[in-house]
């Protein structure tokens, strides 16, 4: 038995009271989603089961039950508020996906500040921005990407404590840094959990946009309600399952669905602290015994390359569902899957900004590969028509996804840019900034962004970032970023440039300037291509022209060229 059960008899019955009942919440209690993932399991009886078995590099193990969930956190927050952040204040959390992470989270909201995380590859500038919009007030990290805090560190003045988990003492401490150790604090067993009400502040997770910098997404407390039901009823948790999220916590399917789903749930999650490979993916899975599995299309779409082979040489009877998310997931991968693992990953389509699952497929639905499915109970799900903004009744014809505005994990608005959140919205409809058809039976089919951003293997990229850092190279003199097609990826980036005088286009230009992106952005916003042009299109009114560009690299027909500069 799924726990959905019938998903007609949830939609007719459906409201979020559902998840409030479950969870003992009343409208006006106290609402903290650190409580709700620890402490209140603990209250359950289940203090002692697993909660989190970790992996990192080299095959180093820990395990935590959700007492030391419990008391880990308390003893972050304790530390955290000995340092004088209170509640509201921003405390990023920057580094790999180590066990702090997941604790640090669940100890930032429990002293009611905001956790910010971010993706521990992103370079300094990336980091920059995010830090810089959001004031933050701490930022938690370790030894190996505290030097990267230091360098825009004089930028900073929000920026008050630098907290260091693995400090070693090898080398002194430098300005403002200050060494944290988990393991060697003493736990905090009582902590006055601050008293944060459902439209309290909880997370701030940053997103990118075509234009402008990363925008901050707003979430509250009270997103725990639809993050706990749509774990319950898509991913199927139920008590014994062992559940593998693949998402790093930098972005939000690493804390909807990493952490809070999960947790609230009082299930045991795995984390893989390593690099992806097949073997090592597998490898972990069987040790693990891993029953339920979210990940994403790129990822699978790697295995798909490895090979059939390669999954035979695994145990991998535990499992029994999977989901995934991020981008598009191609009919073949859904096949594939069923056939080699004996049952198809499920797609599920959400956002940042949504908090939680919109689209999905569900345990006992009827799955058409390639399909986001259909909505969720009590979301209400349109295609609107472009240019009216009305919803367009007809099936299978082409339009912009959009959803009533009012579940409860829905972002609150964008850090201080309120007037962009304003634009998300048309005559009463939240606008996701995707095209999709919605067939007979009501199943969404993706079909692409509705504006530039590049999803490079389930990460946006906004290609303003990439050409503006680009410009602070020294032989760039314009650039123009786009989206390529890749076999794996689906998407990556590449970039048009000119040069300044006195640079000469060359393979080993090439090199150095990707490399300067990598470090700048992050290893994913790095282009995998660059072009070197004379002169890039623009319109007569200055503004160059990426639909040309990008057409070109997909083989699309052109359109309109009526603006461009030399006709
Ligand atoms: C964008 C949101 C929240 C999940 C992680 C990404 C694309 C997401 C699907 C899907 C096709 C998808 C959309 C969406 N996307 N899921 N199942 N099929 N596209 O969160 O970084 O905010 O990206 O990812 O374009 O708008 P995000």
């Known amino acids: 038995m799924t726990n959905i059960g019938s998903y007609d008899e949830r939609v007719k019955n459906f409201s979020w009271s559902i998840a409030e009942k479950e969870l003992d919440y009343k409208d006006g209690d106290i609402l903290n989603i650190g409580w709700y993932c620890s402490d209140r399991i603990c209250n359950m009886g289940k203090a002692g089961k697993t909660a989190m078995i970790w992996e990192g590099l080299g095959g180093k193990e820990k395990q935590y039950t959700f007492n030391d969930v419990r008391l880990h956190s308390n003893t972050i927050g304790h530390f955290l508020r000995s340092l004088g952040i209170n509640n509201s204040d921003r405390v990023c959390l920057f580094m790999d996906k180590l066990p702090e992470l997941y604790l ?136 014994d399952d062992i559940y593998w999220c693949t998402a790093d916590p930098g972005w939000v399917t690493g804390t909807s669905y990493g952490i809070f789903g999960p947790w609230s749930l009082g299930v045991t999650i795995c984390v893989l602290d390593t690099g992806f490979s097949a073997d090592s993916w597998y490898q972990f899975m069987e040790k693990n015994k891993v029953s339920m599995w979210y990940s994403a299309p790129t990822a699978i779409r790697s295995l798909m390359k490895a090979g059939d082979e390669a999954v035979k040489k695994y145990d991998l009877s535990a499992l029994r569902h999977l989901a995934s998310v991020g981008e598009p997931l191609n009919a073949e991968a859904v096949i594939w899957s069923g056939k080699v693992f004996g049952k198809p990953f499920l797609d599920t389509y959400w956002q940042t900004e949504t908090g939680s699952m919109m689209l999905t497929n569900f345990p006992g639905m009827k799955i058409k590969p390639g399909s986001m499915g259909k909505a969720f109970p009590g979301i209400t799900a349109v295609i609107l028509d472009p240019e009216t903004f009305e919803p367009i009744t007809s099936p299978n014809k082409p339009g912009l996804i959009a959803f009533q505005p009012g579940w409860p994990a829905m972002m609150r608005t964008y850090w201080n840019n309120d007037e962009t959140y304003q634009t998300k919205f048309k005559n009463g409809w939240y606008l996701a900034g995707d095209r999709s058809t919605i067939d007979q039976d009501g199943y969404f089919w993706f079909i692409g962004r509705d504006d530039d951003v590049i999803n490079t293997g389930g990460h946006l990229i906004s290609p303003f970032e990439v050409e503006s850092a680009l410009l602070e190279h020294e ?52 282009p995998q291509e660059i072009e070197y042009l004379d002169k890039l299109p623009k319109t007569r009114s200055g503004k160059i022209m990426r639909r040309l560009l990008h057409a070109q690299e997909w083989g699309e027909e052109i359109g309109d060229t009526s603006t461009l500069e030399d006709d």
């Open 104 to 239: 640090g989270v669940l100890g930032i909201l429990k002293i009611g500040a905001v956790a910010q995380p971010l993706f521990s590859a992103f370079g300094d500038e990336s980091l920059f921005v995010r830090l810089e919009n959001a004031g933050t007030k701490a930022i938690i990290t370790q030894k190996k990407h505290a030097g990267k805090v230091q360098k825009i560190l004089d930028r900073l003045p929000n920026l008050e404590h630098i907290i260091i988990v693995d400090y070693d003492g090898k080398k002194p401490l430098r300005e403002k840094e200050i060494a944290f150790s988990l393991e060697d604090s003493k736990p905090v067993e009582k902590l006055d959990i601050y008293p944060t009400k459902a439209e309290s502040h909880s997370l701030l997770h940053y997103t990118s946009g075509t234009t402008g910098q990363p925008k901050g997404v707003k979430h509250v407390h009270y997103s725990l309600i639809s993050q706990y039901l749509t774990t319950k009823w898509v991913l199927d948790l139920q008590e």
């Open 475 to 526: 032989a760039v003199a314009e650039s123009a970023v786009v989206a390529k097609p890749d076999e794996v990826n689906m998407e990556v980036v590449k970039a048009f440039v000119t040069l300044n005088p006195g640079f000469q286009a060359s393979d080993v230009l090439e090199l150095k300037i990707m490399n300067f992106i990598r470090k700048k952005l992050s290893p994913l916003a790095m």
